[in-house]
């Protein structure tokens, strides 16, 4: 049986839920973006429910490990074609294995999620990397970037706790939507009159505090003073640091 | 801000460049209300140079100008050089302008030595000092100790920045007076000395005063110059043991020798740094700090010098073939860390797994041993036991050729990609964040 939701987290845990509730056996659960016609499955679509979604979620934690409780949510992320399977299988093991689940590498689900969690947080981490302020008029610090997954809400924390003390904005280029700090919370928010580059995120000078050009013409500079010539290694160069984020790198632009 | 800073920025980070240690790691200093920054667990790299290092630090000096003269040094006063020097003003706002922007971690500032060593150390603690008081900065601080500077300003300085740290550069006292015959060990030890009785000290006073100031408290390090000066690797190694154990540094970096004053006769002439050698002395000092390895078990009285040509892992492996095989579904952590083909994360991963059932050789090879290289080392219910007959030589011939067609791998000075063989890359740049394995 083939179990379609929405396509957001709460609504795969409603799946989970249901699964547990009526002991369904699904061969397939995927979003209802994805859902291909088949003739031979019968199909049923669970309409996601946050009270349902949260008891699972609440339910699951108490079974994780502390620092890896962020795996689930990060593996789902990855949007992997079956991850939800291999995700339901985790999430089974969870709940009835007496050892923690997520030291069991020999069964291939368990390592499935392991490795498609691992690749978001990677992905995460090349945000926090890679991302790029520049300081606008108002004030405001202002960064965009498209990463591979859908991963700016695992990075907020960490952005907020950095720059805790100024305004700043970081943006999804592929997905159209970002973040926007304000010194105390963040609220998402989609920036429906684009004045910065649509494929770079670069905001134009006349936008830009004066001083920005300064800052970014130093770090230039200083990337390229702080080079050995001598140990030259462009390929170890693209092995740390991904073509693909180059043209938000201000140090990469010319 | 404007040119000339530029100019003085490009020079300095420059004469900057040749000091490897860049890491920003070992330290959590929390964001404190209404400031900006943190330092967080282990450094994030924030982009490479072409040379594929790392860039988590500004890394530059105050100044380049130096009333000394080591031979091995591009700022020796007897050098024609540009000079620069960068105001503590100047200093504060490049840090807090790269730090807002997500270009750095924080700052790495060491210096020429102008005037004295206590006038050049005291603008440097007005660096950290300014940068924490006044612009209420969180980010992290690594800054050189001046050699010669007082006991009263390395101690307040300790009290501004996160890591502490005096460059022994050469590693005996001998070479050192050779080469740079104004420095000498005991300038160096003293403060090297002052600086960890501080650092436990204050570690003491903050058991009880939660609000006692900090020092240090990402710890020191030092930097050790290889291939300039005669030393084997096991004296390089045994004072890197000893610096960690005695000292309780918190990193050694090893920096392969680059011909800079080419003209100074004191000087070996090599054309290229001696890159293989300073990455095999990385993957020792690995094994030392992370499997548990002795300075003794990798270079030894009759082995002085690493091999170059396999890494320290796999020579140890190779002298001590009666250890082996051993059963990865039995052996001890300890062991199973010290075949070559498994490294930390998979040793680890192997310790969680065989809790639920028997290792074969397809669950080794998907929690990312490197069987290619481990079969000859391990047993689990099915591999052959006739492979571990092979005589040391044999293996060893073997064990490189199996390695041949793949692309050399270029040696790396990124540190944490050191993973012996280990499929598993370990998420490099961590925070907290990254809480995967
Ligand atoms: S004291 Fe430092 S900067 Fe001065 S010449 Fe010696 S190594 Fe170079």
Excluded at chain 1, 86 to 108: H, K, M, T, W
Excluded at chain 1, 187 to 215: C, H, V
Excluded at chain 2, 256 to 273: C, F, H, M, S
Excluded at chain 2, 303 to 309: K, Q, W
């Amino acid at each position: 049986m083939l179990l379609v939701y929405d396509g957001t987290f709460e609504g795969y845990l409603s799946v989970v839920f249901e699964v547990y509730k009526r002991k369904l056996e699904p061969t397939e659960i995927t979003a209802k973006e994805h859902f291909q016609h088949t003739m031979f499955t019968s199909k049923e679509e669970i309409t996601t429910d946050f009270d349902h979604a949260e008891r699972v979620w609440k339910g699951l934690q108490q079974k994780l490990k502390p620092e890896l409780n962020q795996i689930p949510y990060s593996a789902w992320l990855s949007g992997e074609k079956g991850i939800e399977m291999a995700l339901l299988e985790y999430i089974r093991q969870a709940f009835i294995l007496p050892l923690s689940v997520e030291g069991n590498f020999g069964d291939a689900n368990i390592l499935t999620v392991r490795k498609a969690a691992r690749r978001v947080m990677r992905e995460a981490m090349r945000v926090l990397q890679f991302v790029r302020f520049q300081c606008t008029l108002d004030g405001i610090y202002f960064s965009a970037i498209s990463p591979e997954y859908d991963v700016l809400p695992l990075t907020i924390k960490q952005l907020q706790n950095r720059f805790a003390d100024q305004n700043w904005v970081v943006y999804d280029l592929k997905r159209d939507y970002g973040f926007y700090y304000n010194k105390k919370t963040s609220e998402e928010i989609t920036l429906a009159d684009k004045t910065f580059s649509r494929s770079t995120g670069a905001m134009p000078a006349n936008l830009l505090q004066e001083e920005e050009g300064f800052y970014q013409q130093a770090w230039i500079g200083y990337c390229k003073s702080t080079t050995i010539r001598e140990r030259l290694n462009p390929k170890l160069q693209r092995q740390h640091m991904p073509k693909r984020f180059w043209k938000y790198l201000t140090e990469k632009k010319r | 801000m404007n040119d000339i800073v530029q100019k003085k920025l490009n020079i300095l980070a420059d004469a900057a460049k040749y000091d490897v240690s860049c890491a920003s790691s070992g330290n959590n200093r929390a964001n404190t209300q209404g400031g900006v920054g943190n330092a967080v667990n282990c450094g994030i790299c924030h982009s490479f140079t072409e040379d594929g290092r790392c860039i988590s630090l500004l890394k530059v000096l105050m100044t380049n100008n130096c009333i000394y003269d080591c031979a091995y040094c591009i700022n020796r006063r007897t050098n024609d050089r540009p000079r620069a020097t960068l105001t503590v003003e100047e200093l504060v706002d490049l840090t807090i302008g790269f730090y807002r922007r997500n270009y750095i971690e924080g700052l790495f500032l060491s210096s020429g030595v102008i005037k004295s060593p206590d006038y050049t150390m005291e603008r440097m603690m007005l660096v950290a000092k300014k940068l924490r008081i006044e612009e209420r900065y969180n980010g992290y601080i690594h800054m050189k100790a001046i050699p010669g500077a007082s006991s009263d300003l390395i101690h307040q300085a300790g009290i501004w920045v996160d890591r502490l740290s005096v460059n022994i550069e050469i590693p005996s006292n001998p070479e050192l007076k050779r080469l740079a015959p104004e420095k000498n060990y005991v300038d160096i030890y003293r403060p090297m000395n002052f600086i960890k009785e501080n650092i436990i000290a204050q570690k003491e006073e903050r058991k009880h005063l939660r609000h006692a100031p900090t020092f240090a408290p990402a710890g020191q390090s030092t930097q050790l110059i290889v291939g300039a000066t005669p030393e084997s690797d096991r004296q390089i190694l045994s004072l890197a043991s000893d610096l960690y154990q005695g000292q309780r540094l918190k990193r050694v970096y090893y920096s392969g020798y680059l011909p800079v004053n080419e003209y100074d006769q004191r000087l070996p002439a090599i054309k290229t740094p001696p890159l293989v050698r300073e990455n095999r002395l990385y993957q020792s000092d690995w094994l030392m700090r992370f499997y548990k390895f002795k300075a003794n078990e990798i270079v030894s009285d009759e082995h002085p010098f690493l091999d170059l040509e396999i890494d320290p892992k796999l020579a140890w492996a190779l002298r001590n073939l009666h250890q082996f095989p051993i059963n990865v579904n039995k052996a001890p952590y300890e062991m199973i860390l010290r075949v070559p083909g498994i490294g930390v994360q998979s040793a680890q991963r192997i310790i969680e797994a065989r809790k639920f059932r028997t290792l074969n050789t397809q669950h080794l090879t998907k929690i990312g041993v490197v069987m290619k290289r481990a079969k000859y080392f391990i047993v689990n219910n099915e591999l052959p036991a006739s492979v571990f007959d092979l005589p040391s030589e044999t293996l060893r011939k073997q064990i490189i050729l199996g390695d041949k067609p793949k692309p050399k791998s270029q040696p790396d000075t990124q540190l944490k990609l050191f993973s012996f063989g280990d499929n598993v890359k370990p998420l490099r740049l961590t925070t907290n964040l990254a809480m995967l394995d």
